[in-house]
């Protein structure tokens, strides 16, 4: 049978109060019974409703069938077919549509259900008007609750639906915002990275310097040494740091905070900083674009940082050329000699550096290629970049292996003039590659929109996953519940159309058979039928029972049969009429418990 689970909170109050409404009702109609057995017409029911009404929660299936049982004990009634288990049968099917999702098998129910009770007639050989109380009310009964049982499921369902994709927006939502802030305290770490580590190498430089004055003592270099050695390891761990807290290389993060200073201010500080640079601009200065300022100034930053960290010795060439549309900006660290200190060669730790993918990110999303490697005269870092940053384009910067100055780079890509960046997508604001608190990025793919751009659909994503699941299980719901409604409609006028023409003929006939006992009275034997047809209904009845018409007539007469009165769910006397001919030849009652 049907099993179906439910919450144990408030079961058994829900039940009690089920069973107390149900008793009343067969309370309630065991006393208008008038005769009725105490047995069999109200201690069997609230036995029975007392085992169904419990059932109804985890086997709502067999609850129906032991209820609609009681019904069919009603058929075989002599009296009246209507009984008041029918309301019970109708609330315990209201109950199975509401608590069991699936629709096939509860219907072979009702349909089982349906059958008994026209078999019962079949078998009790019962009057029309039980027949038809089998064929409306009882259907009506089962199939009627149901349907609005399983609206009443499909609408509850609808609104739990609906909270959940709400909480689970909501949760989102949380999660996008602490995305956006761990995005923005990993960009705060790079930005600290290179200006911090930037001036951390340039302190050391100079502790370094200040280690070779003769003026000093033993003391003081050695307390510069260990200045240097703490300055370095600070500077190691600021870059761990930013490992730590940016994301996984590939994922274009932002360019940091706002850079005052220009180039020429950070080189002339690197200068008074003992550090031997050269440098020099070749060609007219074209106006240039924010970025592009600020991504010269990180490429000259980051390749001072890494030449005075790894080839603190060695002198450095930096030169800045102005082309028609581009502009290269050059640095180059001579290599250390081969009796120079053992930091010069030695890379960063784990082989590549943050520094140089992160100058890698920058550059490539402003447009620009990256060449990193040894050349003539020494180590070479190369930027190209576009005076204005170019167009947006779909795809993410893939980072290329990164050497740091000094050491010769693994593989094809340490190749003097070997890009190791591959040009990839320019935002046309800063503001754009920085997400902002208040704005949402798009759920499906995760991406920030520009400010006063519409984000248009992926191709991919409508085609692979338009919906997310939970929005996907909300449209589904909300498809059960339409197609649950237009059921609830739709069946009641099916069942009219087979069930009410046949229910009104049925009404008609027995209707329009009356012969009330006024006029039964003033019929005169003896009397031809032309001069009794004013008192006679339209037709006769048509449905006496087998024992009225075994009654005895009058040898040779034929009789007919009419209802005393109008009720079509009780039975009522039959007056029967026995002629001769067209002359009344006999004419008694067959009282109703005989009929």
Request: charged share 20%; net charge positive; hydrophobic share 45%.
């Amino acid at each position: 049978m049907l099993n179906t689970r439910t919450a144990p909170g408030g079961s058994a109050r829900g039940d009690a109060a089920l069973w107390t409404a149900l008793a009343v009702a067969t309370g309630y109609g065991f006393r208008d019974a008038g005769s009725a057995s105490l047995a069999l017409d109200l201690l069997l029911p609230l036995a029975v409703l007392a085992v169904a009404v419990p059932w109804s929660r985890r086997r709502p299936g067999a609850a129906v069938v032991l209820v609609n049982g009681l019904c069919a004990v009603g058929l075989a009634d002599t009296s009246t077919p209507g009984n008041a288990q029918v309301l019970s049968l109708a609330a315990l099917s209201c109950l199975l549509g509401a608590r069991v999702a699936a629709a096939r098998r509860p219907l072979l129910v009702l349909a089982g259900c349906a059958a008994v009770d026209l078999a019962t007639c079949a078998v009790l050989r019962a009057q029309p008007v039980w027949w038809f109380y089998a064929l409306t009310v009882l259907p009506a009964a089962l199939l009627l609750p149901w349907l609005a049982g399983r609206h009443w499921r499909g609408r509850r369902q609808l609104v739990r639906e609906g909270w959940r994709l709400a909480r689970g927006l909501e949760e989102r939502q949380h999660l996008v915002a602490e995305r956006a802030r761990l995005t923005e305290r990993a960009e705060i770490a790079s930005d600290m990275h290179d200006s911090l580590g930037h001036a951390l190498s340039l302190v050391a430089l100079r502790a370094g310097a200040l280690e070779l004055s003769p003026d000093l003592t033993e003391r003081d270099r050695a307390d510069l040494a260990d200045l240097r050695g703490t300055i370095a390891d600070a500077v190691e761990q600021v870059r761990e740091t930013v490992a730590v807290l940016r994301d996984p290389p590939g994922r274009d993060t932002g360019a940091g905070l706002p850079v005052n200073d220009t180039v020429e201010d950070l080189l002339s500080r690197a200068v008074a900083s003992g550090v031997p640079v050269r440098w020099e601009r070749r060609g007219v200065s074209p106006p240039l674009s924010c970025l592009v300022e600020r991504g010269m100034y990180r490429v000259v930053q980051e390749a001072l940082t890494n030449a005075t960290k790894h080839a603190p010795d060695c002198s450095i060439s930096v030169r800045i050329t102005h082309e028609p549309d581009r502009t290269r900006v050059s640095v180059v660290n001579a290599l250390p000699s081969a009796g120079g200190p053992a930091h010069a060669s030695a890379g960063p730790a784990g082989g590549v550096g943050r520094g140089l993918v992160g100058l890698q990110e920058r550059v490539t999303v402003l447009g620009g290629s990256l060449w990193t490697g040894p050349g003539r005269g020494g180590f070479t870092v190369t930027a190209v970049l576009p005076h204005q940053p170019t167009a947006a384009r779909t795809g993410t910067p893939v980072p290329g292996p990164m050497t740091a100055p000094g050491t010769a780079a693994p593989g094809p890509m340490a190749a003097p003039g070997t890009p190791i960046g591959i040009q990839g997508p320019a935002l046309p604001s800063e503001t754009a590659r920085r997400p902002d608190p208040g704005v949402v990025p798009d759920p499906l793919s995760g991406k920030v929109p520009a400010p006063g751009v519409v984000a248009a659909p992926d191709p991919d994503t409508a085609r692979g996953a338009a919906l997310p699941a939970s929005a996907e299980r909300l449209a589904s719901v909300r498809s059960d519940a339409r197609r649950r409604s237009a059921l609830a409609f739709v069946a009641p006028v099916v069942a009219a159309v087979f069930f009410v023409p046949s229910a009104v003929h049925l009404a008609w006939q027995l209707t329009t058979s009356v012969l009330p006992p006024s006029r039964f009275d003033e019929l005169a034997t003896g009397r031809p039928r032309a001069e009794l047809a004013p008192l006679l209904p339209a037709r006769a009845y048509s449905y006496p029972s087998d024992h009225a018409r075994s009654v005895s007539r009058p040898p040779g007469a034929r009789c007919e049969f009419y209802r005393s009165g109008r009720d079509l769910l009780a039975e009522v006397d039959l007056y029967r009429l026995c002629w001769s001919g067209d002359t009344l030849l006999t004419k008694d009652t067959v009282p109703a418990s005989r009929s």
